[in-house]
């Protein structure tokens, strides 16, 4: 499963990588908060045909408890209304490789905000791939130049918004990752559609069409694949692999829009490659208790948490409300849905 959880992890970086070069082409007719909003909106069209059927067959769709509504609005806030935006306004100042590869901040912002607020355990295997991530987004950021503070700021704090978003993401339960993709979507594009159309007025085109398939893919598809993952793995671990997203980012921006590629990226490449593979060297074990709870989400019944019966044999991943006895044991984990313990 955590197999799965990883290569869930790497497409969506995949995905999410390639929307820089491509908005970077959108931006020349399009308003940074227009774009942002057209972007969510293409991802929650991408989730509505999956939600709707979810809420036929009678499924829950929008969280019904005060905490998973509270996380789910901090993510929307976070993730889906003030990252995208500034993340937009840095790509306007700077090229899209620089921006693919200040997006490695991201991944530093989920792990020390996963520790300082959200009791996540980091490891000296953890802490030594956050350096490497790091060292490899200066060998980056030093090979192409700062392309003006003002652009580096604002990446910076779209960095920091999707950190709380990783790590409010991570533990929604109750409702599927599509579900809150969707809400996602729906909620923080509108809102930023509608700043944009305030600020600089109504100009329909075939850039809105463009924009919203590539939100269907790079943050409807890319975003649902990345909640699965950190569910399985916790925020930072997951994080962790979906930064190689500015690699993908950077190749693209080779591709599409001809910027250079140098010697140093490649080794930068190399090194945050082998800080990834460093987080699967980090797992603790000690004694735990879990507290009695009733929640939803996907599970199996072969990870020692989720021993409860059915009427038929559930071999495969499913999904339904399902409730934990209190447990006190011993075995290695990551902080996943069922580990948010203090140390």
């Keep these: 499963m955590r197999c799965k959880a990883f290569t869930q992890a ?55 408890d005060r905490r998973n509504r509270r996380n ?45 607020l959200f009791r996540e355990h980091l490891g000296k295997w953890t802490w030594l791939g956050n350096v490497g991530v790091v060292i490899a987004g200066v060998m980056l950021s030093f090979n192409q130049g700062w392309a003006g503070w003002v652009g580096l700021a604002c990446v910076a704090g779209a960095a920091v918004a999707w950190g709380l978003d ?74 962790m692999i979906f930064a190689s997203a500015p690699l993908f980012g950077v190749l693209l921006s080779v591709l599409w829009l001809g910027e250079s590629l140098s010697i140093l990226q490649i080794i930068a490449a190399v090194l945050l490659a082998g800080s990834i593979a460093l987080i699967f060297r980090d797992r603790h074990e000690h004694a735990h208790e879990h507290e009695a709870i009733t929640h939803e989400h996907a599970h199996r019944h072969d990870d020692e948490h989720h021993n409860h019966r059915h009427d038929e044999e559930a071999d495969a991943t499913h999904q339904h409300v399902h409730e934990h006895e209190p447990v006190l044991h011993s075995h290695p984990h990551w902080p996943d849905l069922h580990h948010r313990h203090g140390h």
């Design 10 to 64: 790497l497409v969506s970086g995949a995905l999410f990588g390639v929307a820089t070069p491509f908005s970077k082409t959108l931006l020349a007719g399009l308003q940074a908060s227009t774009l942002a909003g057209l972007l969510y909106l293409g991802a929650a069209v991408c989730l509505l045909p999956l939600v709707l059927r979810r809420h036929r067959t009678g499924h829950v769709v929008f969280p019904r």
């Design 72 to 116: 789910l609005l901090g993510a929307i806030f976070f993730g889906g209304v003030a990252g995208p935006v500034l993340l937009l306004i840095g790509l306007k100042y700077a090229s899209a490789a620089s921006v693919s590869m200040w997006l490695n901040l991201e991944a530093v912002a989920t792990a020390v905000l996963a520790f300082l």
């Design 166 to 239: 990783n790590n409010f993401t991570a533990i929604i339960d109750g409702i599927s990752p599509e579900d809150s993709t969707f809400w996602k979507g729906l909620i923080a594009g509108t809102t930023n559609l509608a700043i944009g159309i305030a600020l600089s007025g109504w100009s329909l085109g075939t850039e809105w069409l463009w924009a919203m398939l590539l939100g269907g893919l790079s943050y409807g598809a890319s975003i649902s694949l990345y909640i699965r993952s950190a569910q399985g793995l916790g925020a930072t671990r997951s994080q």
